[in-house]
């Protein structure tokens, strides 16, 4: 059905054009705390002794079977032998216990039966409609463990839909790979008999911008597919490999009169750099964008042509005033070195900056950033967001760099910015870099940066970004 695939499909480009911020964070977080969370998952911080571990397992009482899974827990990084009880409890009926299971056994390192057993655990989540974080755990550390990676790539080739349709959606989220991942997904691209999946795989793989002329030819191939997603997807996938300058497939001309708007616009922003004017370009992909047929995928081409798009920033601004913020920040791109379309793109944010909807805030935030200094006449609406109170659905990531891209007028917000830190427990890496670019104006955050650097160790990824803050507030 063409509704049940459009509702994966938008889920699929969603977190790609959404950067998936949040969501990373909340699961780097949760592993951070994880030893203090899993005394409150556990209800209590005592437990049985070694000896009494496997009998309690055992136990009828979901209260000595939390603390049992608790003291696994925290055995796991160190001791080896708590794999096997907690392989044991993984599948428990309790979802504290299990949530307990797939933490203790993402501290494991060296035993491939962890992956395994995750793996299914996540497969069981999905078919019975249950929680276990075993799908974030995967993901993440996929990233950097190839044992995690191998057993993702693996459920790729499985007979199973469920098993295939598992691995894209974790390949989706996966980070630092971007060689491998287009590798892995070839198989689903070329042979898969969902279109569904086949539709995805190219929409991931297109994501990720590769030019491997093997991944080329099957997306290339994927174009005269009788499945308009497919088509759709592997248009643009194509599409966003290429350049003005180095297209990534001259095939992409035959389809510019594609029966679908959505492979149209694909077809021409992919051929830009073929002797297809920009007026016809943005045209196309504005009627994509009017018809819905790619969506997010025209907006974001738009922005990427910035100014040669300037032909579409009435129907942009338009679309601000009466449909959502979505086109802000596309609209904020074309707008550049444009006073007038500036002040117009500056007055939309600031509408969309008091929304009580998180995500047109983001998206607004965005744009602010965007424009730079010429969004300082936003200053006032950002630093009333930093004093929002912590039980808002609302993501400052974006709110925080539009800061540091206003540059020194934002430093009137240096002890919002830092009290924003301290409520939310989160944002010092956006903080830092925007108190850089900020400049001296920000010298209020001096002590919290010296502070910071001086807790930190040698090896620290941030400890590089903060040096650099501090040298640039110093004026050194």
């Not at 992956?115 to 299914?120: D, G, K, N, R």
């Not at 596309?330 to 509408?351: I, M, N, Q, S």
């Not at 002590?447 to 501090?470: I, N, T, V, Y």
Request: proline fraction near 4%.
């Amino acid at each position: 059905m063409p509704g049940e695939h459009t509702a994966r499909f938008t889920g699929t480009i969603a977190r790609m054009y959404s950067k998936a911020t949040s969501l990373r964070f909340s699961v780097t977080f949760i592993l951070l705390l994880t030893p203090f969370l899993a005394p409150a998952l556990a209800g209590d911080d005592s437990g049985p002794d070694s000896k009494e571990l496997w009998r309690d397992l055992e136990s009828d009482d979901v209260a000595v079977v939390r603390r049992c899974a608790q003291l696994l827990f925290e055995r796991a990084r160190e001791d080896p032998s708590v794999v096997d009880p907690l392989l044991r409890v993984v599948n428990h009926e309790d979802e504290k216990v299990r949530r307990l299971a797939v933490l203790g056994l993402s501290r494991v390192d060296g035993d491939d039966r962890v992956w395994t057993a995750l793996v299914t655990r996540a497969l069981r989540d999905r078919r019975e409609e249950k929680t276990s974080g075993a799908q974030s755990i995967l993901w993440y550390r996929a990233e950097t463990n190839d044992a995690a990676f191998q057993a993702i790539v693996d459920l790729t080739k499985s007979r199973k839909k469920l098993e295939r349709s598992l691995a894209v959606n974790l390949l989706s989220y996966i980070e630092g790979r971007d060689r491998e991942i287009p590798e892995a997904l070839l198989g689903i691209l070329e042979q898969d008999d969902d279109p569904g999946l086949r539709a995805d795989a190219a929409a991931r793989i297109g994501s990720l911008r590769t030019r491997d002329p093997k991944i080329l030819r099957a997306l290339e191939t994927a174009l005269d597919s009788e499945d308009m997603f497919i088509r759709l997807e592997a248009a643009w996938a194509l599409a966003r490999a290429g350049s003005a300058k180095k297209p990534a497939s001259k095939k992409l001309l035959r389809f510019l009169d594609d029966e679908d708007s959505g492979v149209r616009a694909a077809a021409a922003f992919g051929s830009r750099g073929m002797g297809v004017e920009l007026e016809r370009v943005t045209s196309a992909l504005v009627k994509a964008i009017e018809e819905a047929t790619a969506f997010i995928y025209s907006f974001d081409a738009l922005a990427a042509l910035g100014a040669g798009a300037r032909s579409a920033a009435l129907f942009l601004v338009e679309y601000a005033e009466n449909e959502g913020g979505v086109s802000l920040p596309p609209l904020a791109h074309v707008a550049v070195g444009d006073r007038k379309l500036e002040r117009k793109t500056v007055e939309l944010a600031r509408k969309y900056l008091r929304s009580e909807e998180g995500g047109e805030v983001s998206r607004a935030a965005e744009a602010i950033a965007v424009l730079g200094p010429a969004g300082v006449a936003a200053l006032p609406d950002l630093r009333k967001l930093l004093r929002e109170p912590v039980e808002r659905d609302l993501s400052l990531y974006e709110v925080m760099r539009a800061l540091g891209a206003i540059g020194a007028p934002a430093g009137v917000a240096t002890e919002e910015m830092l009290a924003a830190v301290e409520a939310h427990c989160s944002y010092e890496e956006e903080v830092i870099q925007a108190l850089g670019q900020i400049g001296p104006a920000a010298a209020k955050a001096i002590p919290w940066l010296e502070e910071l650097l001086g807790s930190c160790d040698e090896d620290d990824p941030w400890r590089e970004l903060m040096q650099e803050a501090l040298r640039r507030i110093k004026g050194e």
